[in-house]
């Protein structure tokens, strides 16, 4: 750990290390970006504990090299998007911010699919005004409501992509049937989907953007803390790199697929830093096959 930490030290851009992908052709990220859930309260509802302390958290991630941020309406909700925005506006060349709608927030930790055209149309409008943009880079439908019919979720983004409101459109939670249905409606760069090295659900849908070179950003990159306990193999391997489990889960993502996109998330500048050393990790590939052995026992 201290070995990774002084790492950053010495390169003062080292996500930079995690190479680079180009979403949708024309927007281009540094693979280690960072997700913007954690700098809300508890339940992703309301303040920071420490509000102060997400504005550094975010201005420290571009001092690191990130260049891709993603967060959501629903984070807070609009509060990740205002600290975003108050952090970092107005926002340096090559910054991209990917926001989300398609959810309602009636509470902390409760969250209900709302794919109703007038609430993406409104969730957009909001999400432009919070974060200080004229147009969202990326716009990713949270998730498709299944109460709605898909066309008119689809169809309403292409809508506000036809308007000059949104520049390029992905999916979160989403089937390799639901991407190619979505694709006959409008064009789809990315998609979120829930993927790590202890959670392999989403293969089918990473080989897939593997295929079309689409971007694949996973969330719960960490499985929530399931890398990090004191006796976990990931653990053991981890010691024997002088790294943290967390870097060794990241690192291994950055590995397993150039079109992957992590975007681990903290509400620390220490926690962050310690996520950015990972882009620095190397895992040969006699690592990446101990590492995907160990997963499918653990």
Request: with cysteine; net charge neutral; aromatic share 6%.
């Amino acid at each position: 750990m201290q070995n990774q930490k002084s790492a950053v030290q010495r390169n003062q851009a080292p996500a930079k290390e995690a190479g680079e992908f180009l979403i949708g052709n024309d927007l281009r990220v540094t693979r280690l970006g960072f997700g913007a859930m954690r700098i809300t309260g508890d339940g992703i509802w309301g303040e920071p504990a420490d509000r102060a302390e997400a504005i550094r958290v975010l201005r420290r991630a571009v001092e690191l090299g990130i260049n891709f941020i993603d967060t959501a309406d629903s984070y807070g909700p609009g509060v990740s998007e205002e600290i975003i925005a108050e952090a970092l506006h107005p926002y340096p060349a090559g910054l991209v911010i990917a926001t989300k709608g398609g959810f309602d927030r009636p509470g902390p930790n409760q969250w209900v699919e709302n794919g109703k055209p007038e609430h993406l149309r409104s969730a957009c409008e909001d999400s432009l005004r919070r974060l200080r943009l004229d147009r969202i880079d990326l716009y990713q439908l949270h998730r498709i409501d299944p109460k709605v019919p898909a066309e008119d979720q689809l169809g309403t983004l292409k809508d506000l992509q036809a308007q000059g409101k949104i520049k390029h459109i992905g999916l979160s939670e989403v089937s390799v049937r639901q991407i190619q249905y979505a694709r006959t409606i409008v064009p789809i760069v990315s998609v979120q989907n829930r993927y790590s090295v202890a959670d392999r659900g989403s293969e089918d849908v990473l080989e897939y953007c593997e295929k079309e070179k689409m971007g694949f950003i996973p969330w719960f990159p960490l499985a929530a803390g399931r890398v990090s306990g004191s006796d976990s193999p990931i653990s053991r391997i981890a010691t024997r790199l002088k790294a943290t489990p967390s870097q060794v889960a990241l690192a291994w993502l950055l590995t397993r697929s150039p079109v992957i996109l992590p975007i681990p998330g903290t509400s620390r500048v220490e926690h962050l830093e310690e996520n950015v050393a990972a882009a620095e990790l190397k895992i040969d590939a006699n690592k990446m096959q101990e590492l995907d052995g160990l997963a499918r026992a653990s």
